[in-house]
């Protein structure tokens, strides 16, 4: 058995609250102001070439397309500010807080909501198609599920993304800035060509080249990676040095911020403060009593069929996540304070909870001669609590569990041939759409009856805090 046993769910750090304001940063990502991040359709045309992005007319009961080109003028971002804040729309809203308002403090008031509301109604809602430009359904169900995150495109829209962006790393953040833009100035229910991310993402992660068949969630990781890269805030990373995995007179809370403090020192982002947790693994020898901790950080987390469950049918995310964090036996690991090989105890607690929750569903099971999808039925709610999986962190991202289910991407067919859609929420009208490559179609998501029926299909699932909406 491998002697590492930290999460496989690591990824680049994040931010702590202290040493944020201390940068004078915010603590969380910014809700911000909705006239100012939603340009009219006729602005943001002006503003981005997309020659990468080729659009096309698709009706939902048709699949054939119509490509057409667009004739634009190229702006710098930061003039897109420029355009927005001089609109009519904006000037009227004077009333309405600055952009760099935090989530908890954004308010609006009841003819400041009514504007906003009869605004929408004249901008596309982003509901968009995305081709299939050779086997990649995998990615365009991705995408899908992350261009209806709340909050989380705006700073791609307005170029709010742009005072991180690391001139060596940012084609994929370009890219995807470029892909949100176009997306919202879509009409509704038309298609385009997503050749440009694409294009970003082989070039970061090389093994994405060509047309063929690829996993979701692997992309998935490699995009956020790339966004998280290109927009890494820390210029000059702390040295690599060995964290000490015993309190020696301290507290839980101390060690954990200091974990958390030293992977901000090496990578800190806009990805990472809306998808980044911590959590703490424990292990405790059963012979000596002795336990160590470290704090690793995670921006999905894999629930994976355990052997006994593979013989039931039905499963539900609640007992996946209760199997991720239930304590286990470990039979041979190496203790340092015995300083040999003993029977300990591990476990795994979820610390610091992320705004955006990214649950990824083992069903490709690998084995040394046979290998299969496990099409188990997997019950999940609209509405997730996340306090009960919670325990013993004070952590202030602890104290709002509340998440709403906001995206599924979902896997038909076999291990050796199949193919990825998206279900998702549309942030501005909080409606559902079933996104099939070009297609696309509202759906009405309590008929799925997705927590008392379960479905066999969701590979990933996406739920926000419902503070975000």
Known sequence: MKQNLYSNNQRPPSTTKDKMQA?????????????????SSQEI????????????????????????????????????????SSSAMTNSLSTTQK?????????????????????????SKGICGLRNIG?????????????????????????????????KNSSVPN???????????????????????????????????????????EFLVALLDGLSLGLNRVKYKSSYKEMNDN???????????????????????????????????TIKCSYCSNSSYAFDTFLDTSLAFTRAFKILEDM???????????????????????????????????????????????????????SDKLNHRVKFPLELDMSKFIQDSLDQSTKNCQYSLCGIVNHSGTLYG??????????????????NDSDVREIDVKQQRYDTDGSSSPYILFYARKSLY
Not at 23 to 39: F, M
Not at 260 to 279: A, I, M, P, T
Not at 331 to 345: E, G, I, L, P, R
Request: charged content about 20%.
């Open 23 to 39: 940068q004078g940063l915010p603590n969380y990502p910014l809700l911000l102001n909705k006239t100012q991040s939603t340009p």
């Open 45 to 84: 045309k002006q503003s981005y070439p997309y020659s990468s992005y080729g659009t096309s007319t698709i009706t939902t009961q048709q699949q054939q397309s119509r490509p057409y080109e667009q004739n634009t003028q190229k702006l710098n971002p930061y003039q897109i500010n420029s355009q927005q």
């Open 99 to 123: 952009t760099n308002s935090t989530i908890s403090s954004m308010s609006q008031s009841q003819p400041e909501q009514q504007q906003y509301q009869k605004y929408m109604q004249n901008v």
């Open 135 to 167: 086997n990649t359904c995998f990615m365009n169900s991705v995408l899908q599920c992350l261009l209806n995150l709340p909050a989380f495109n705006e700073h791609f829209l307005n170029g709010d993304y742009l005072k991180d962006l690391n001139s």
């Open 175 to 217: 890219e995807y800035s470029k892909l949100v833009s176009t997306v919202r100035s879509t009409p509704n229910f038309q298609s385009i060509a997503p050749y440009g991310i694409k294009s970003a993402v082989e070039n970061v992660m090389p093994c994405f080249r060509g047309y063929a068949q690829q996993d979701a969630q």
């Open 247 to 281: 309190l020696n007179g301290r507290n839980l809370q101390d060690l954990s911020k200091e974990w958390w403090d030293y992977s901000k020192s090496r990578e800190n982002s806009l990805v990472l403060d809306y998808f980044q947790g911590q959590l703490l693994h």
């Open 316 to 370: 539900d995310l609640d007992r996946l996540l209760d199997k991720y964090v239930i304590e286990e036996t470990i039979d041979d690991y190496y203790c340092s304070k015995c300083k040999k090989h003993q029977k300990v105890k591990r476990k795994f607690t979820i610390w610091r909870l992320p705004h955006i929750l990214m649950f990824h569903i083992k069903r490709f099971d690998y084995r040394r001669f046979s």
């Open 418 to 435: 199949g193919h990825y859609t998206a279900d998702s929420l549309n942030p501005f009208n909080l409606k559902w759409y079933r996104y």
